[in-house]
C-alpha cells in the first residue's frame, strides 16, 4: 500500500476507535485523527513484527483493518489515560 493509503486507512481506523469509545477526548477531532494515522502505522509495524502476519498490498485485507483499529483503540485509550480530558 501507499502512503496515502495508510492515512486513509488511518482516519478510518480512528474514525472507527472513536465510535467504539464515545466521549470527549483531549485533542478533539485533530488529536483523534493523528492518532489513528499513527496507530494504522504502528499497528501493521506489530502485525508484521510480532503476529508474523506481513503487510499485504491489499487495500481491503481483514488483517491490516483490524491492526489498525486495534492501534487505534490501545493509543486511544493511552491517549486519554495520560491527558484526561483537558478539554474542561
Excluded: H
Excluded at 496515502?4 to 483523534?32: C, E, N, Q, Y
Excluded at 491490516?64 to 493511552?78: H, K, Q, R
Aim: glycine share 14%.
Amino acid at each position: 500500500m501507499s502512503i496515502i493509503s495508510w492515512i486513509v486507512l488511518g482516519l478510518l481506523a480512528g474514525a472507527v476507535a472513536k465510535f467504539l469509545l464515545p466521549g470527549r477526548d483531549p485533542g478533539g477531532l485533530i488529536g483523534t485523527t493523528l492518532i489513528g494515522i499513527a496507530s494504522a502505522f504502528i499497528g501493521g509495524w506489530i502485525s508484521a513484527r510480532w503476529l508474523d502476519r506481513p503487510i499485504t498490498k491489499d487495500f481491503y485485507d481483514g488483517a491490516t483493518w483490524a491492526a489498525a483499529i486495534g492501534g487505534s483503540l490501545v493509543l486511544l485509550i493511552a491517549y486519554r489515560i495520560l491527558f484526561g480530558n483537558s478539554r474542561d
